[in-house]
């Protein structure tokens, strides 16, 4: 683990980590019209692209939102992920559980208030190691929101809403 976050530091610092496709369990088609947008519940754009190209490994090893790149994708579930590295890839296939967004990666805070809110990939707090995002816009930020509540009491109410909403 610290080889990869040390990567993403000295990558992170040099080049910001722009850009989002190689595939490891199935490439995706880009030229087929099937949209992934509904699978499972995520929040996914047609393309099927999760947390907006945002690397969920970087959340976890830097603290950061970083986007990966093309050339690091992972399809999991039907669910395609892009990464920093070739070794954040593989310590997300060792456990992807852990590193896919909470939620199907829509608000934590509006599935807490069952809804479900769209989310800025850059607006995150890692909560009893699971990665919650947040809605960010100019007349709302989420994560604000959740930090004044009662976190135990929110992520219980975010979990029982997410069962009856997910598939």
Do not use: Q
Not at 17 to 25: F, P
């Amino acid at each position: 683990m610290n080889r990869i976050v040390t990567i993403i530091v000295i990558l992170g610092g040099i080049i910001g980590l722009a850009g989002v496709t190689a595939v490891a369990d199935r490439p995706m088609d880009n030229s087929s019209n099937e949209s992934r947008a509904y699978l499972h519940s995520y929040n996914l754009p047609s393309s099927g692209l999760a947390i907006e190209g945002y690397c969920p490994v970087a959340y976890f090893a830097v603290g950061k939102a970083i986007r990966g790149k093309s050339e690091y994708a992972v399809t999991h579930n039907g669910v395609t992920y892009y990464f920093v590295s070739a070794d954040a890839m593989k310590v997300f296939r060792s456990n992807p559980e852990k590193y896919i967004p909470a939620y199907g990666g829509w608000c934590a805070f509006g599935m807490s208030v069952k809804d479900k809110f769209p989310v800025d990939p850059t607006n995150f707090k890692i909560v009893d190691g699971r990665l919650m995002l947040f809605l960010k816009n100019k007349n709302v930020d989420a994560l604000l929101l959740w930090n004044k509540g009662n976190e135990k009491d929110l992520v219980t109410k975010a979990d029982v809403h997410w069962k009856k909403v997910s598939n």
